[in-house]
């Protein structure tokens, strides 16, 4: 056995294809075979569902092949029996019943993504959070906060000062040339609550904001100084011309006129006096005296000695005073930027929580802040025990994309384990790999792990060798990226050494080695085409390769297209159907839900049940029933004609009983359309219809069943979900972000020219500096004209340098996909773009490798293509397909279920007993039940009318509402009921078109101090007499009079004359005039 002990922690720095996995997978089992009950000691996160899924099937299968000691599994068994000095029949022996246990104790394998173990932390601490134990987590932030806006806007008041500040908002907006609708522009800013930057802050931000006049006081002193500093830059440009002027000198008189060193001046007289203005004809003046004027000039030898006396005084004091007077007026204007928008935050986050908490719901986004705020209070590790099981040992792979809370959290976590001085802790990631700092993934964490834990308690292994590629696809990305990390450190250096220096440490390991074993396989070949016609070319070029490769045998599925953005992907897709047609294209794009026929007829159908004179929609239905499930031919153009009968060409059942399809509830009518439609016949259809009804389900769960909110819920979001594909024998397409973790046979990079940084984005600055400090957290645009030279500098170098980092890992992840080839297109001579750092490397690159080739760098309309390797033919098959004797590793086989709907009928019947529980009597106490419902309805017709004419529509909406709903009350009795009541004709004056009317209108009172509501049921006005009416359904109470009174009291009080009162007993249908 092993006697070397090793530390409680262990952190792998690794690379691509390095084996993180493996490593992993390797430990989890070497902590089994030591002790095959300690599964329920052992906690291992990730990020994704997927990652969880794969670590768990290579642990079961690892276990598996090592217990029955299949040679799949052979170098898993060489490593825990390194590790843990172990014969090979002890470890699979033990393998077999550790295997044992986790099948048979599943709840206790804590294999999971880091939101789910929190998630579970969370709920175990409901009570300490005082949450209740059944909420829903959500997961849409964005729906929600935009439904807050909307909220929080629809409930002001006039007197709201949050109408106020939007009201200024406005103003401002409008001050500033742009739009006075704000609404977009605070919904897009709101989203700001949910960043962990904000998070921090937001108590000690709202209790500042809420101190009495801070925000005015600030605000105007930020104008004060934003004013003062171009009023004394003013004055310098100024006093340039008073001196020029009372030497008896114009402008005209010194070189190049207003284009020259006066220029300058009148810039500064003008109140511009931002950094561009310091050009070379300031610096040369600065220097040269003789620069001030022609040596032809009359007066040259004058305007030379006031160079070097008053006017060069001059200059060289706005010169020195002019970065100093900008860094005060820029870092005031960034800061006022947003700070009316900011202010609105608050106000937004208490909606969003009035939201959730109406709907028992807990955002997924809060739940790292929320258990800080509890552990950076508690006895952590109590909190930790709640998860109901005691942990030894904590694994966290995909460490460089941990955010910074939490981190915090798992950090006291993880500390507590490795208190106890067990081995088998591990942390595992890859900085270069960091590509999801918008999930607010920070690879710094990685980078600084060393400080995080002393040497007795941790150490740091480096996984070196990439397992993945071929020996050609390494040796270029190791002499691309250490080029290509060279390049960027010096640029990053002319901004910051400090910033630049944690770059060459994220970078330190790039180079890797390739196994003994690799032959000089692999191709690369990276292509910058000229910018004339750049995307035509682009998808040209990804037709060819791909061709290139189906003509070396290479199968469809081992090629992958990688894009940044996913709007290239629809792009590539089309080129490929026009033009390579008997390609498969497979992305998530194909399929989505609305990619699916029969699951857009079933919505175009929705939408036209609500909205009948849609008539394109009614011919997308037109077109896709008669061509998808008929099979017959229907023209465009007769669709459109207004002279055709559309009718004809849809289902009898959907047209005749449009009125009864509406008052079923949403999922029974989804079920009756697909009946109606016939959809059953597209069997290839059915997992796209599956998955509908199941986000259908999940709809109805939290929502009302309105139609329209669920084709706005659908437009929104649930259009855009996809379905589970099966392995379909085609080219894939998707992210660079989506590939990460994944391999391909051969990967082409298409359309390598994204832009390094987005304008528009808005930083989270803490101001340093008084007075901008009494402010502890400020939203400014990011831009480097914008911030440097200001107090907020230093952010953009930080920013500066994670942008760097963002879009060098993006390309590492990108390169290091594939096994045997990698193609990449770009574009040549394009700043400020990705391709630019390509094209700076692809020289070295091609100078340090022997056998590389690089064309066309000096013909600028020529592309310039570096290849290496030869595409030769793909070798041993990467086809996965083959049987395994590993009952883990079988392929699944995919199975194609037909959907069908089944109509059911349902039939309640009440007992006796149960009816007089429900209502409490039989007899007279049904008929006085009776009584009160039939009351009920007429006062919620009488309520809602405003004319005689009102009342069908009245009658049909409670109908489907099933308010009218037996024998006793239907909508023909409340209706013969009503015209008898109408026929007096002071109650047919009543409800006639004449009156402008307030039904159930509150009137607010003060009695005591306390504001009080009254609600008379009608009132009415010609505009001369005011009428008021009470509907009384029961005997006559004494103090029925009196309200009637008090309202006509109330509506005199507010001026108004001329006013009579009624009380309607309407089963009697008797008027009383209150006097």
């Given amino acids: 056995m092993v006697t070397n002990k090793r530390k409680p922690l262990t952190v792998y720095k690794a690379s691509a294809g390095s084996g993180k996995t493996f490593t992993l997978a390797t430990e989890y089992i070497r902590l089994l075979i030591e002790n095959p009950q300690s599964y329920r000691t052992i906690l291992a996160v ?84 005082d949450l209740t134990t059944n909420l829903r987590i959500g997961l849409n932030d ?71 006049g ?172 709640k998860i109901g099981t005691q942990l030894h040992h904590v694994m966290i792979d995909e460490f460089q994309d941990t955010s910074t809370v939490q981190w915090k959290n798992f950090k006291v976590l993880l500390s507590d384990v490795i208190s106890h001085e067990e081995d088998g802790s591990l942390i595992v990631g890859d900085v270069k790999q960091s590509i999801y700092r918008w999930r607010a993934g920070d690879w710094r964490l990685l980078n600084g792990i060393e400080q995080q834990f002393s040497d007795q308690q941790m150490e740091v292994r480096s996984l070196s060798t990439n397992y993945r590629s071929e020996r050609n696809i390494i040796t270029f990305n190791n002499t691309f990226f250490q080029h290509a990390v060279k390049l960027e450190y010096q640029g990053q250096s002319e901004l910051s050494k400090t910033e630049a220096e944690e770059l060459n440490r994220a970078y330190a390991d790039v180079r890797q080695q390739v196994p003994d074993h690799r032959q000089d396989n692999g191709y690369v070949h990276v292509e910058l085409l000229p910018a004339d016609d750049y995307q035509q070319q682009t998808l040209q070029r990804l037709t060819t390769t791909v061709s290139e490769l189906q003509s070396q045998g ?93 009718d004809k060409l849809l289902p009898e059942a959907y047209i005749q009983h449009t009125d009864e399809l509406l008052t079923m509830p949403i999922y029974d009518l989804v079920e009756t359309l697909f009946t109606i439609f016939d959809l059953e016949r597209l069997e290839e259809q059915s997992a796209y219809i599956h998955t509908f009804y199941d986000y259908l389900t999940d709809y109805i769960k939290e929502n009302t069943t309105d139609i329209e909110a669920f084709l706005t819920e659908w437009d929104e979001t649930i259009c855009g979900k996809t379905i589970q594909s099966d392995e379909t024998d085609g080219v894939r397409i998707l992210s660079i972000h989506k590939s990460k973790g994944l391999e391909y046979g051969y990967v082409i990079l298409p359309f390598c020219d994204w832009q390094m940084e987005k304008s528009g984005n808005i930083l989270w600055c803490r101001p340093a500096e008084a007075p901008f400090s009494d402010l502890p957290i400020a939203p400014i645009d990011y831009s480097q004209k914008q911030m440097v030279g200001t107090i907020y500098e230093g952010d953009y170098m930080h920013e500066h340098l994670q942008n760097t980092v963002d879009n060098l890992n993006l390309l590492y992840v990108a390169f290091t996909r594939s096994r045997r080839g990698l193609f990449v297109i770009g574009k040549r001579d394009a700043k400020n773009s990705r391709c630019a750092l390509i094209q700076e490397c692809l020289p070295l690159v091609a100078q340090d490798m022997s056998g590389a080739t690089l064309e066309g760098v000096d013909d600028e309309q020529q592309p310039i293509v570096f290849s290496y390797g030869a595409l030769g033919a793909p070798g041993q098959s990467d086809d996965h397909d083959a049987p395994s004797p590993n009952p883990f590793l079988q392929s699944p086989a995919p199975i194609h279920i037909g959907m069908k709907s089944f109509r059911r009928k349902v039939s309640f019947r009440q007992s006796n007993r149960s009816r007089v ?51 006793h009350i239907t909508a023909e009795k409340i209706g013969e009921m009503i015209r008898k009541r109408l026929s007096d004709p002071r109650v047919t004056e009543w409800f006639s078109p004449g009156w402008t009317l307030f039904n159930e209108c509150t009137i607010l009172t003060t009695e005591d101090g306390q504001v009080k509501e009254r609600r008379p049921d009608r009132v009415m006005t010609d505009g001369q007499r005011w009428v008021v009416v009470d509907f009384k359904f029961g005997s006559p109470k004494p103090d029925y009079p009196d309200q009637v009174r008090e309202y006509m009291s109330l509506l005199a009080s507010m001026g108004h004359q ?18």
């Avoid at 000062?161 to 908002?169: G, P, T």
């Avoid at 794009?589 to 009948?612: G, N, Q, T």
């Avoid at 309607?1064 to 006097?1075: A, G, L, M, R, T």
Wanted: net charge negative; glycine share 4%.
């Fill in 46 to 129: 990730t990020f994704t569902n997927k990652a969880t899924e794969e670590m768990k099937t290579r642990i079961l299968s690892q276990l598996y092949g090592i217990w029955k000691q299949l040679p799949d599994s052979d170098k898993y068994m060489d490593a825990v029996q390194k590790s843990t000095g172990f014969g090979t029949k002890m470890i699979s022996e033990r393998a077999g019943i550790s295997l044992n246990n986790l099948i048979h104790n599943y709840n206790y394998f804590q294999v999971q993504t880091i939101d789910t173990f929190f998630q579970s932390v969370l709920r175990n601490m409901a009570r300490e959070l």
């Fill in 142 to 212: 964005t729906q929600v906060e935009e439904m807050a806006v909307d909220q929080m806007i629809e409930d002001l008041s006039t007197t709201d000062i949050v109408l106020q500040w939007i009201m200024k908002y406005i103003l401002e907006s409008i001050s500033d040339d742009k739009s006075w609708n704000v609404i977009s522009q605070i919904k897009k800013f709101g989203r700001t609550i949910f960043r962990d930057e904000y998070k921090e802050v937001s108590d000690d931000l709202e209790k500042k904001l809420a101190e009495p």
């Fill in 214 to 385: 801070f925000f005015d006081n600030y605000t105007a002193q930020l104008r004060e100084i934003r004013q003062q500093t171009e009023d004394r830059m003013k004055e310098i440009g100024e006093s340039f011309f008073d001196t020029l002027e009372g030497e008896g000198l114009t402008v005209d008189d010194l070189a190049k006129k207003s284009r020259g060193i006066a220029g300058f001046f009148l810039k500064l007289r003008k109140g511009i006096f931002d950094p561009s203005i310091e050009n070379a004809t300031v610096a040369n003046c600065l220097d040269n005296p003789e620069g001030w004027c022609t040596k032809s000039h009359p007066q040259h030898e004058y305007i030379v000695s006031l160079a070097e006396t008053s006017l060069g005084k001059i200059l060289r004091y706005a010169v020195e005073e002019r970065p100093r007077q900008w860094r005060l007026y820029k870092s005031a204007d960034l800061t006022l930027r947003h700070l009316s928008q900011l202010r609105l935050l608050s106000s937004i986050e208490r909606k969003v929580h009035e939201i959730n908490e109406n709907a028992n719901r807990f955002l997924l986004s809060n739940t790292q802040q929320l258990l800080h705020s509890l552990i950076d209070s508690s006895d952590s590790p109590f909190i930790f025990e």
């Fill in 554 to 646: 290479v199968s469809l599925r081992d090629i992958a297209i990688l894009v940044r953005s996913n709007a290239h992907i629809p792009l590539i897709a089309r080129h490929f159907l026009e033009e390579m047609p008997e390609v498969t294209i497979v992305s998530d794009e194909a399929f989505r839900l609305d990619a699916s026929c029969a699951v857009r007829l079933l919505i175009h159908a929705l939408r036209l049940l609500v909205h009948p004179d849609d008539i394109l929609t009614k011919a997308a239905i037109i077109k896709s029933y008669q061509t998808d499930i008929l099979q017959t031919t229907v023209r465009d153009q007769e669709l459109l004609l207004a002279t055709n009968d559309l």
């Fill in 917 to 967: 529980f429900m209502e409490g009597h039989d007899g007279e106490g049904a008929q006085q039940m009776s009584f009160i419902q039939t009351g009920s309805v007429l006062h919620e017709i009488f309520s809602t009318i405003r004319t005689t004419a009102d009342i069908p529509d009245a009658l049909q909406r409670l109908q489907s509402e099933g308010v009218l709903y037996d024998d």
């Fill in 1058 to 1075: 001329h006013i009579t009162g009624y009380l309607w007993y309407v089963y009697s249908n008797k008027i009383e005039e209150v006097k």
